[in-house]
């Protein structure tokens, strides 16, 4: 006689881009997970601002080109390859998505609930997750070796600082990056790559990780994460220095092959 194991439970949260395009793919196409729901951020940049004042302060902050290379990777891949999309995609599969400027609203917890998910599992998402959320499994996908690269965009500094890099699974908890790390995966970037291309590997192989966690929850590396600097959004002297050393956010050859090379 044969027993049918329950599939996994999981609301996946993220910022719509090519990243969790790659991670929900992902998740998807794996038989023992079933994604649920789908949490999708609509903040830009700071809590604070709406679309509008988040997008004027992103680009005075750091610049038109870093700007623009969000942009890329955001609202242009949208609409490039909508069926690739997040919400695209979640047509296809007919998952209900919960657009939000607060995942912690009462709004965002009681979608939560109505969904009866085991797990939250959170990729490039800019929001943090706070309780009674963090009371059941939140994870979350970062793109470096925590605890070094906490903070935003872990792939430009690792670039940018000619750094060795990977990518961590690790529990969310009340600060950002700071959760007990799960799993780990070196990963070696190439002279070629870029930004965009070192994060689309750095995902695709977190994807893998959470995939492994959410089959045998018990693992656990013991990785210390309490230290570790935090990097905010780089800024146009970091930018500038980027350029300098002849290192590039993006190809437009490289987002060409990610979008229609399969």
Request: aromatic letters at 10%; proline letters at 4%.
């Amino acid at each position: 006689m044969s027993f049918e194991v329950p599939k996994k439970r999981i609301i996946f949260c993220t910022y719509s881009s090519v990243y969790s395009s790659i991670v929900l793919k992902r998740l998807l196409n794996d038989l023992n997970i079933e994604v649920v729901a789908i949490i999708n951020s609509t903040r830009v940049f700071n809590p604070k601002f709406g679309f509008v004042r988040g997008a004027i302060e992103q680009i005075r902050t750091t610049g038109w080109r870093y700007s623009t290379y969000l942009f890329l990777v955001t609202d242009l891949a949208r609409l490039l390859k909508p069926s690739e999309s997040l919400h695209g995609l979640a047509r296809q599969h007919k998952i209900p998505v919960l657009d939000t400027v607060d995942i912690n609203s009462s709004e965002s917890l009681d979608f939560v609930i109505s969904k009866r998910a085991n797990t939250l599992v959170a990729a490039h998402f800019n929001q943090l997750v706070k309780s009674p959320l963090l009371d059941m499994d939140c994870i979350n996908i970062h793109p470096s070796l925590l605890p070094a690269l906490k903070g935003v965009d872990p792939a430009f500094y690792a670039i940018l600082r000619n750094l060795e890099t990977g990518v961590s699974l690790h529990k969310m908890s009340e600060t950002f990056d700071t959760g007990d790390v799960l799993l780990q995966k070196p990963c070696k970037l190439a002279s070629s790559d870029t930004v965009f291309s070192a994060n689309c590997g750095l995902f695709y192989e977190g994807a893998g990780l959470a995939i492994e966690w959410l089959k045998n929850p018990k693992l656990d590396i013991s990785v210390d994460n309490t230290d570790g600097s935090y990097d905010s959004w780089p800024d146009k002297e970091k930018i500038k220095k980027f350029r300098k050393a002849d290192k590039r956010l993006i190809s437009l050859s490289q987002m060409w092959r990610t979008f229609y090379g399969n």
